[in-house]
């Protein structure tokens, strides 16, 4: 109901929304098969997840056939994203999910307590605002409720594609180190982190 502040960060995702999936998927898809591995742990067939940075939906479409009972609702800054995303999940009659345009570190308050996982995929890096994201987040889950993030970690890795994304990655803005990850979620107040490598 009100801008954000960060949509100039997301100006070439409104405009490549259609295209994106196809580029990103060459990688993102065996990451995220095997992180979903991981998540599928934590959700049941009636199970409220939030997909935070859902972009055009792929990933989404994966954990709503693991919540036929529940639902599947995505949340991406970029407008032209969450068409995709929308389309995409009506097109594979997909009826269980919600689309939304909000801004990760200002959920919607009517998500307060309303999600047993959240998850981004390859998405963290481009919050601008790591520390209110990370609190946004913990007051959307239900007690006992789970955030995973999928994202880049290693310092090595972080040193050596740091330049690189910087120059091609619409919106980046930066990664974190496992320790780093972690001491973000424990300042947010997450009872309990860990790192697992895919």
Known sequence: DRPAGHEHLVEEF???AEAYAGFVQPF????????????????????????AGCGPGRELQRVARL??????????LAAGMVRAAHQAARAKVLD???FFQADVG?????????????????AHHHYPEPAAAAASMLRCLRPGGVYCVIDPGPAWFNRMSAPFAAKTDPGWIGFH???EFRALF?????????????
Request: net charge negative; aromatic share 10%; charged share 25%.
């Open 14 to 16: 409104d405009r490549t």
């Open 28 to 51: 993102s898809r065996p990451i995220f098969h095997e992180a979903l591995e991981v998540i599928r742990r934590y959700i049941g067939p009636d199970a409220r997840v939030l997909d």
């Open 67 to 76: 919540v036929p009972q529940g639902e599947v609702v995505g949340v991406d």
């Open 96 to 98: 269980h999910c919600a």
């Open 106 to 122: 200002r959920l919607p308050r009517a998500f307060t307590g309303a999600f047993d996982l959240i998850y981004n995929c390859l």
């Open 177 to 179: 180190t496992p320790e």
């Open 186 to 198: 424990e300042q947010a107040g997450f009872a309990r982190t860990a790192w697992i490598e895919l």
